[in-house]
């Protein structure tokens, strides 16, 4: 992480040093060490020890407890961050990245401090370059949902560096896997249930006439497949590698071959 930014672990010391006031007054070492942006947008703030630059003369915080002469943002509002609706159920930014984070058997715990939960998704970035790519396109997904501006860049941003094209307009339940996210092409309008398993070079897309595919839950499709029209694929099934899909798939099968997909229950 560039030097300007403000990492969790600074963050971290600022919770601390904000406990004893006469450390941390105005044009202390301290406060200019820990003060983040004035920006006080909505759409930075779920992730602003992230992105925020440190400042000396505008400073706001991050964190509940108070710094002398600084406004403060409580922390309650990053658990009210609904990201999206997936199956008929609403869950948080936080849900839907702890489910990710623990298909690459790591954890995010949606309920700890958020110092805590920033830095347990910062370790899992750096470890598991999959859920990088899941967490950013949930960053993307909370942006589309609340309307905020920079829409647009973040998602040319994804393409650009992790090589494949997930719409943040599909709606991809928790626990989405992506082991390796390149050359991925998911639709604006497909429907992806939990705990989705989906390798390199898929592409699940259709046109507007025929519509676009269903996943249900528990869905893995593998390397190279393509799902196109509007196929429904049913729970716990499996979509064999270089698999032209354009059927719908009962529950429990295996698809192959190409072109015609044979089915084989488990």
């Not at 309008?189 to 705990?195: D, E, M, Q």
């Not at 196109?228 to 192959?256: F, K, M, R």
Request: glycine share 8%; proline share 6%.
């Amino acid at each position: 992480m560039n030097g300007n930014f403000l990492t969790p672990r600074a963050l971290l010391a600022a919770s601390l040093a904000a406990k004893n006031p006469a450390k941390c007054g105005a044009g202390s070492r301290n406060e200019k060490q820990y003060a983040l942006s004035a920006s006080v947008n909505n759409r930075f703030s779920a992730l602003a020890p992230f992105c925020l630059r440190s400042t000396r003369n505008r400073a706001i915080s991050s964190i509940s407890m108070p710094i002398p002469g600084r406004v403060c943002i409580s922390m309650s509002m990053y658990d009210t961050l609904t990201i999206m609706t997936s199956g008929g159920h609403d869950y948080s930014f936080w849900d839907m990245v702890s489910e990710d984070a623990a298909r690459v058997g790591c954890t995010i715990n949606p309920h700890s401090p958020i110092i805590s939960r920033l830095l347990q998704a910062r370790r899992t970035i750096n470890l598991k370059s999959g859920f990088a790519c899941v967490f950013w396109l949930r960053v993307n997904q909370l942006w589309v949902h609340k309307g905020w501006r920079g829409q647009l860049r973040i998602r040319m941003w994804r393409q650009y560096r992790f090589a494949n094209d997930i719409s943040p307009y599909a709606d991809i339940g928790p626990g989405l896997l992506l082991p390796h996210p390149v050359d991925v092409t998911i639709g604006a309008s497909v429907k992806i249930g939990r705990g989705a398993t989906i390798r390199n070079g898929v592409s699940i897309e259709g046109g507007e006439k025929n519509g676009l595919p269903r996943l249900g839950d528990n869905v893995t499709v593998n390397t190279g497949a393509k799902i196109i029209n509007s196929s429904q694929i049913g729970d716990n099934s499996v979509v064999g590698a270089l698999t032209l899909c354009y059927e719908d798939v009962p529950p429990n099968s295996i698809v192959c071959s190409v072109p015609k997909n044979i089915t084989i229950p488990k």
